[in-house]
């Protein structure tokens, strides 16, 4: 699973793991440092990850990603 991670701005962070059909995980962080460690920990706790999940990093004031259509 390809990862690349740029935070630039400290404050809360909002991570989202999804299929692209329904939220499978959410996870809040208070700093950048914080928000990698909180990311590995979502992956790690599944059983498996299948082509399509997305782990989606965000300010935690925006809006997580849309899903797709059904």
Do not use: C, F, W
Not at 11 to 19: A, E, F, P, S
Not at 36 to 52: E, F, K, T
């Amino acid at each position: 699973m390809p990862v690349y991670a740029r935070v630039d701005r400290d404050g809360d962070l909002r991570l989202t793991l999804y299929n692209g059909e329904a939220v499978l995980d959410v996870q809040h962080a208070a700093t950048p440092h914080e928000a990698r460690r909180v990311a590995i920990m979502m992956l790690q706790s599944r059983d498996v990850l299948n082509h399509g999940n997305t782990l989606a990093v965000r300010n935690a004031v925006e809006e997580s990603p849309p899903l797709a259509p059904k």
